[in-house]
C-alpha cells in the first residue's frame, strides 16, 4: 500500500520543462559558461599557432572537463598531461603491432575499446575513461589511413597535442580567471539564501522551479569545492569548518522556506532582512556569526526551522567521539562489484560492439569522412535503457543545432572573415551556446555538449577558417550515424532497466530519514538534510529514466507508480522532522521501507 501524498498540480509539458532548464540561471551558471567559451577559444587559438589538424577534438577535451574553481581546473589538466604517456604508449604499441596487419589491428581496438569501457563503468576514471578511450581510437583510426613512417611520428605528435594543449590551458588559463573553490562555495550559500528569501517573499512560477533545482542539487557541489580549497593552504581550517556547515543549513534553508509558503500569517522583515544581509557577506570574502533572528509565533512552524538553523548557520556540529565514529571503508580505483557484477562488462561489450560496427560501417562503404561515428559511441554510451531513450532527443536537436551552426557558418560567414580575431569570436560565441546548455541540469546537459561536438568537428577541420562543405556535411552525418548505432546496440542487447534501481534509490532516501529523526541540533540535521536532497534528485531522476522507457518494459514495472509517489512522500516527512511537528514520523518510514524489501 502506497503511503499517502498530497495531490500536486500536473507538471508542465515536456517542451516547456526542458525550456525551463535552458532559461535557469543556476549557480554562478554564467560566469562558469563564459569561462568554458574562453578555454576553448584558448585552445583553439594554441592549435592555430601551432597548426594542429583536427582542432575540433582538444576543442571538445576542453568543453568536456573544465571545471569551475582553479584548483579543479588545475588538477584535471595536470591528470590530462599525465595521461598522455599511457595514450602514446596504447597508439605507439599498436602501430607497431598492427601496421600492416588489418586483423590484429581490428582485434586491437576492440580490446582497447572493451578496456576504456569496461573502466568507464567501473572504475574512479569514469569522468575521462570514455574521453581516453575516444582519442586513443580516433588516433589510431587516423594513423591507419597514412601508414607512412614520418607521417605516422606525426601524427603521435598531433596526437599527443589533443590532450597537451587543452591541459596546458586548463593549469595556466584556469589559473588566471576561474575563481577559488572557496569562492566558488561561498556564492553557492548566497545564491541559496537570497532564494530562500525570494520564496518567502512570494515566488513566481519559474522562481520556484529554479528554487527546486537549487534544493535538489544538494550541498555536494559546494562541498566538493571547500574541500579542494584545502590543497591551496590559503585559507584557516577552522573557517572551512565553518563554511561546510553553512553550505549544508543553505540546503535546508531551502527545504523550510518552500514548506513556509504553504503557512498562515506574515514573514517577519526582520527575518527577510537578516537572510539578504547574511548572502551579501557571503558573496564578499567573510561569513556572519552571532546571527540574531526574530521571535517567530508557534503558528509558523517553519519559520520557527529557519530560525533555529540561522542561530547556528555558521557553527559547525561538535566532532564525534572517537568511538562513536563510524569507521568508513576505503573506496578503491574500482566499484565494490567491479568484478562481480555482470552489468559492468556488458556495457563494456554494448560499447565496444557499437564501436566496431560503426568502424565496420564507415571502412565497408568506403566513406572516411563519417569516421565521427567512433567519436559519437564513445561520448552518448549510458547504462540503461531509460537514459538512453530520456537523451536520444537531446543528442540528435544538439548535434543537429550544432551541424547547422556549421554548415550555415561556413556559407555565409567563414568566407568573409579576413583575420584570426574573427574566426575566434565566432568559435567563442558557438563555445558560449554550448557551454550554456551543458552547464544546466543534467537533463539538457548532452544537448549542449552535441552542440559543441557537432560544430567543432565541422568547422575546425584545418588550420584557419574552412570552406570545405563536404568535410562538415561527412562529419554531421558521422555523428547522427554513431548516436543510431550506439542506440541500437544499447537497446537491443541486454538492455537494462532504469527501473531496477529505483529500490535502491529508495532505501538511501529511508536510511537518511531514520538518521534525520534521530539527529540531535540543528546543525547535525542541516547536514543530513542535505544529504537527503541529493539521494532525492537521484531517486526522481530514476523514475523519470523508467518513465521513458517502452510500454512492454514499464508493464513489468509493478511499483512503478508506487515509487514515483514516495519520493515526494520522502521529501514531506524529511521537513516534518525538521518542522517538529505532527505526529512520529515512524510509521510513515516504514511504509516506505516496506516498498524496498
Known amino acids: 500500500m502506497a503511503p499517502p501524498v498530497t495531490e500536486r498540480p500536473n507538471p508542465p509539458g515536456y517542451a516547456a520543462r526542458l525550456w525551463a532548464l535552458i532559461r535557469d540561471p543556476g549557480d554562478g551558471r554564467l560566469s562558469y559558461t563564459v569561462r568554458v567559451a574562453a578555454g576553448c577559444t584558448a585552445t583553439v587559438l594554441i592549435g592555430e599557432i601551432w597548426q594542429v589538424p583536427d582542432l575540433g577534438v582538444p576543442a571538445l577535451v576542453t568543453l568536456a572537463l573544465w571545471q569551475k574553481d582553479r584548483v579543479t581546473n588545475a588538477v584535471a589538466g595536470v591528470a590530462l598531461n599525465l595521461l598522455v604517456v599511457v595514450l602514446l604508449a596504447a597508439i605507439y604499441g599498436g602501430v607497431c603491432l ?3 596487419q588489418p586483423i590484429v589491428f581490428v582485434a586491437y581496438i576492440t580490446v582497447l575499446s572493451f578496456c576504456f569501457f569496461f573502466l568507464g563503468s567501473a572504475s574512479k576514471l569514469k569522468p575521462v575513461a570514455y574521453m581516453l578511450g575516444l582519442i586513443i581510437i580516433y588516433g589510431l583510426v587516423a594513423v591507419e589511413e597514412v601508414p607512412v613512417g614520418e607521417i605516422i611520428t606525426r601524427a603521435l605528435l598531433y596526437t599527443d597535442l589533443f590532450l597537451l594543449v587543452p591541459g596546458a590551458v586548463m593549469v595556466v588559463l584556469g589559473m588566471l580567471i576561474c575563481p577559488s573553490p572557496r569562492q566558488i562555495a561561498a556564492q553557492g550559500i548566497a545564491v541559496r539564501l537570497r532564494t530562500s528569501a525570494t520564496l518567502l517573499r512570494g515566488a513566481s512560477p519559474a522562481e520556484k522551479t529554479h528554487a527546486t533545482l537549487l534544493m535538489r542539487a544538494g550541498g555536494e557541489d559546494m562541498l566538493k569545492a571547500l574541500r579542494m580549497a584545502k590543497l591551496e593552504y590559503l585559507w584557516k581550517p577552522a573557517d572551512l569548518a565553518c563554511l561546510h556547515q553553512a553550505a549544508n543549513a543553505s ?16 514573514v517577519p522583515p526582520s527575518l527577510l532582512a537578516t537572510l539578504d544581509e547574511m548572502a551579501e557577506i557571503f558573496s564578499g570574502k567573510s561569513y556572519p556569526v552571532d546571527i540574531t ?3 517567530i509565533p508557534a503558528s509558523q512552524p517553519a519559520l520557527r526551522a529557519i530560525a533555529a538553523q540561522l542561530t547556528v548557520f555558521t557553527k559547525p556540529e561538535a566532532p564525534t567521539p572517537p568511538a562513536q565514529t563510524e569507521k568508513k571503508e576505503k573506496s578503491g580505483f574500482f566499484t565494490p562489484d567491479a568484478f562481480s557484477n555482470p552489468e559492468h562488462v556488458r556495457f563494456a561489450l554494448k560499447g565496444t560492439t557499437a564501436v566496431m560496427i560503426s568502424y565496420v560501417f564507415f571502412r565497408s562503404i568506403n566513406w572516411p569522412g563519417i569516421h565521427t561515428c567512433i567519436i559519437t559511441c564513445f561520448i ?9 531513450i530520456a537523451k536520444l532527443t537531446l543528442r ?7 551541424g547547422a551552426i556549421g554548415i550555415l557558418s561556413i556559407i555565409f560567414v567563414l568566407p568573409h572573415m579576413q583575420g584570426i580575431t574573427a574566426f575566434l569570436v565566432l568559435i567563442f560565441v558557438v563555445s558560449l551556446l554550448a557551454a550554456w546548455v551543458k552547464t544546466g541540469d543534467e537533463r539538457i546537459a548532452y544537448a549542449g555538449f552535441q552542440i559543441g561536438l557537432a560544430f567543432y568537428l565541422s568547422d575546425l577541420t584545418g588550420f584557419g577558417p574552412t570552406t570545405d562543405m563536404t568535410t562538415a556535411r561527412d562529419r554531421i552525418v558521422g555523428i547522427l550515424v554513431g548516436n543510431f548505432i550506439t542506440y541500437a546496440v544499447f537497446t537491443t542487447f541486454w538492455p537494462t532497466t532504469a527501473y531496477a534501481d529505483i529500490a535502491p534509490r529508495l532505501r538511501q532516501v529511508t536510511t537518511l530519514l531514520g538518521k534525520l529523526r534521530q539527529a540531535i541540533g540543528p546543525q547535525a540535521r542541516a547536514n543530513i538534510m542535505a544529504d537527503l536532497q541529493s539521494a532525492l534528485s537521484l531517486g526522481e531522476r530514476q523514475v523519470e529514466y523508467a518513465l521513458a522507457e517502452p510500454l512492454h518494459m514499464r508493464q513489468t514495472m ?40
Open 380 to 388: 552518448v554510451a549510458l547504462p540503461t535503457m531509460g537514459e538512453m
Open 558 to 597: 509493478k511499483n512503478l507508480d508506487t515509487f514515483q509517489k514516495a519520493f515526494p512522500c520522502a521529501e514531506q516527512i524529511g521537513t516534518d522532522i525538521l518542522e517538529g511537528t505532527g505526529s512520529d514520523p515512524t510509521p510513515r518510514i516504514t511504509a516506505l521501507e516496506k516498498l524496498t524489501p
Open 98 to 100: 598492427t601496421l600492416g
Open 293 to 295: 533572528v526574530p521571535d
Open 251 to 266: 540546503v535546508t534553508l531551502l527545504a523550510l522556506a518552500h514548506a513556509a509558503q504553504t503557512e498562515a500569517g506574515d
Open 396 to 402: 540528435i536537436i544538439g548535434a543537429c543545432i550544432g
